[in-house]
């Protein structure tokens, strides 16, 4: 039997960018390595993503709880799944020069955090996606490249000289 749990955090008053680059470190690690990767990390998102990793397993180990045959081993959970999603964007405005006004945009995050005692697998690419990825890259390294045209170029004219 699988043990999974979720923990949820909304409004977070963090960008969700900001999250994300977090979020990444810890996406498919155990449960003990993550919280160790995360008391090292100087991101302010961090606190959070930490609290809510120690929610997700307090959660777990209440279902285990509940579940009368389940054995709970809290260091055998990984981060199954983690999703950083945009909450609503608070929107104010910067008094600027000659009465004008700008507008500040204070984006918030909701964060989805699932734990599970099975082992995350990476997905694996096929050939043909592996095929087009790469066409892609080439693409998009030589979007701006024109090739030299193999014609000869003409001798160049000498202009007079203005006196």
Request: hydrophobic fraction near 45%.
């Amino acid at each position: 039997m699988t043990m999974e749990a979720t923990a949820k955090l909304s409004y977070l008053r963090i960008t969700p960018r900001k999250v994300r680059a977090v979020a990444n470190l810890i996406r498919g690690q155990k449960v003990g390595a993550a919280l160790n990767m995360l008391a090292y990390v100087e991101k302010r998102a961090a606190e959070s993503v930490a609290k809510l990793l120690r929610s997700a397993v307090a959660n777990a180990e209440e279902a285990a709880k509940k579940s009368p045959a389940a054995a709970f081993d809290a260091d055998a959970l990984t981060v199954k799944e983690l999703l950083v999603d945009q909450g609503p964007t608070l929107r104010r405005f910067m008094p600027r020069a000659m009465g004008r006004a700008f507008r500040v945009n204070k984006k918030t995050s909701h964060i989805s955090l699932t734990v599970s005692d099975t082992v995350v697998e990476k997905k694996k690419i096929g050939k043909k996606a592996k095929g087009a990825q790469k066409s892609r890259a080439i693409a998009a390294r030589t979007a701006g490249f024109k090739p030299k045209s193999k014609a000869p170029k003409a001798a160049a004219t000498a202009t007079p000289a203005k006196a």
